[in-house]
């Protein structure tokens, strides 16, 4: 569904995906990973079981990984979505991320979700070394938020899929997670 909004959808991985997964895989193998975290959405698990086969480790979904929802926009073109409603289009872009798709996520719970999730996982995982399987929104929210990153820079790193993305919490807990975009 490259192309579309994809949020809350969940489609499988296409082949183009599994490629990418193995390439994701090759990337990871000079890090030590101790336990794999994955959205629980398919395109996320298929990548995150990958990895934890290819170290050895467990994984565990978890939900509040997910995409923010696009609600209506779910599976749509941006054109499709221009074709539709090219007022409320425009006005999306305008005031992103404070107006949320119709019928979707609200930006600001997306971002609670998100940071709980994060300091939920920093706390359970303290001193080891985890990866986290989950969406460009979720990468780019704690990059923003918790690695002081621009929203310009945030968007850079995370444009690609399969993006590998480091954030380490505080030294006291001394965890590193390794978050890639599926």
Not at 9 to 14: A, K, W
Not at 67 to 80: A, K
Not at 153 to 160: E, F, G, L, N, V
């Amino acid at each position: 569904m490259a192309g579309t909004f994809c949020g809350h959808s969940d489609p499988e991985v296409n082949a183009r995906g599994r490629e990418q997964i193995s390439e994701l895989i090759d990337r990871l193998r000079q890090e030590s990973i101790d336990i794999v975290y994955t959205s629980d959405l398919r395109r996320a698990v298929a990548t995150a079981n990958a990895i934890a086969e290819a170290f050895g480790v467990g994984c565990h979904a978890r939900p509040a990984l997910r995409e923010i929802s696009f609600g209506t926009w779910e599976g749509l073109s941006w054109q499709e979505i221009e074709q539709r409603d090219a007022v409320y289009a425009r006005r999306w872009i305008a005031e992103y991320p404070m107006l949320p798709a119709p019928d979707g996520e609200a930006f600001r719970h997306f971002e609670q979700r998100v940071l709980t999730e994060v300091e939920f996982l920093s706390v359970q995982t303290a001193k080891k070394n985890i990866a986290v399987v989950t969406h460009a929104g979720v990468l780019r929210t704690v990059l923003c938020a918790l690695n002081n990153c621009s929203q310009d820079d945030a968007w850079r790193q995370t444009k690609t899929y399969c993006a590998i993305v480091r954030h380490t919490v505080a030294p006291s807990l001394q965890t590193q997670s390794i978050g890639a975009r599926s």
